[in-house]
């Protein structure tokens, strides 16, 4: 999957981020790298992940993974990734990954003013 053609397409989300990829690759070759342990382990290693099994999968279009953080607070999210054929014979990537932790919704809901003792630093 070294063949990228186009620049990446980047979104971002409030609790993730979307990448879209043209590939000279043809669908076949790119499923069996992201769906394939031997071959996904090559760029997405098995530590990452929370389970190395899918989380759901539709054979030669869509493959969706639970990845964990080996750093605290160990958010967990899903990757999920699509191929589509493009008009030039290779394959449209997109990944979505998304922050799906409950330890996620309870960082995001933290208020800024918590009412909490007043901090100084000396300057």
């Not at 759901?56 to 958010?75: A, N």
């Amino acid at each position: 999957m070294n063949d990228v053609k186009a620049a990446v397409q980047t979104k971002v989300q409030e609790s993730g981020f979307e990448q879209r990829y043209e590939l000279d690759a043809s669908p076949e070759k790119v499923w069996r790298a992201i769906s394939i342990a031997e071959f996904r382990e090559k760029w997405l290693p098995r530590e990452a992940l929370a389970d190395p099994q899918s989380l759901s999968e539709t054979s030669g279009k869509e493959v969706r993974y639970i990845l964990r953080d080996d750093t605290p607070p160990h958010l967990e999210s899903t990757v999920t990734f699509t191929i589509t054929p493009n008009g030039s014979g290779g394959t449209s990537l997109r990944i979505v990954h998304e922050l799906t932790d409950a330890t996620f919704e309870r960082l995001t809901k933290t208020v800024a003013n918590g009412n909490g003792p007043t901090l100084l630093l000396a300057a």
